[in-house]
């Protein structure tokens, strides 16, 4: 069974750039697709971006232009970057297995916390 | 983008209950959608996918239907585990957008 696990900073400062890392274990990343999905406190899901192994990739139109996806497949993880975070920014940021267009979001990361302050 | 509306946003019910939810979306998505259920401070979990279809390891008081834009999710015999946020998500698009969430209290 695939498990996800997300790692970063719990703290950004505001105009700052944001680096997470999803490991995964229990399966390969060289197959299906890999979100982020982020949810502010007391709020719904926003989905981020998607991306597959063979370097393509998907995003929020809403955060295009801040947002860059890469995967590693030598350390089995896949990472996030958001530029220019802002209050706004603020929530829990999780990885998933993502079964690409038309089918679902099946295996979760339990989430990370990240606060956009100075 | 496509929106995707649910409702209520709340409800409580009793164990034993039949619970439906719903989820609208603003324009046609065939059956590319999923439900999930979130619990406080947990990571959702992939309750429906392709409208109808249950996940492996879910009960199956839980089923769901619907095409087009319309789509019901539906909890027979409420069980006191079943509280928490459900949410639902089209995958039609390639960037895919979930709905505000319903809240599920048990009485």
């Known amino acids: 069974q695939v498990q996800l696990q997300e790692s970063g900073p719990g703290l950004v400062k505001p105009s700052e750039t944001l680096s997470l890392i999803c490991r995964v274990s229990?399966?390969?990343?060289?197959?299906?697709?890999w979100s982020w999905i982020r949810q502010p406190a007391g709020k719904g899901l926003e989905w981020i971006g998607r991306?597959?192994?063979?370097?393509?990739?998907d995003y929020n139109p809403s955060l295009k232009s801040r947002v860059t996806m890469s995967l590693d497949t030598s350390k089995n993880h896949f990472s996030l970057t958001l530029s220019s975070m802002t209050a706004a920014d603020t929530a829990v940021y999780y990885c998933?297995?993502?079964?690409?267009?038309?089918?679902?979001?099946?295996?979760w990361g339990q989430g990370t916390l990240v606060t956009v302050s100075s | 983008d496509i929106q995707m509306t649910q409702s209520p946003s709340s409800l409580s019910a009793s164990v034993g209950d039949r619970v439906t939810i719903t989820c609208r979306a603003s324009q046609s998505i065939s059956t590319y959608l999923n439900w999930y259920q979130q619990k406080p401070g947990k990571a959702p979990k992939l309750l429906i996918f392709?409208?109808?279809s249950l996940q492996s390891g879910v009960p199956s008081r839980f089923s769901g239907s619907g095409s087009g834009t319309d789509f019901t999710l539906t909890i027979n015999s409420l069980q006191p585990e079943d509280f928490g946020t459900y949410f639902c998500?089209?995958?039609?698009?390639?960037?895919?957008?979930f709905g505000q969430g319903t809240r599920l209290e048990i009485k």
């Open positions: 998500q089209q995958s039609y698009s390639t960037s895919t957008t």
């Open positions: 998933a297995r993502d079964r690409g267009v038309g089918a679902a979001i099946d295996s």
């Open positions: 229990g399966g390969s990343i060289s197959t299906y697709y």
């Open positions: 392709g409208a109808s």
């Open positions: 991306m597959y192994i063979r370097g393509s990739t």
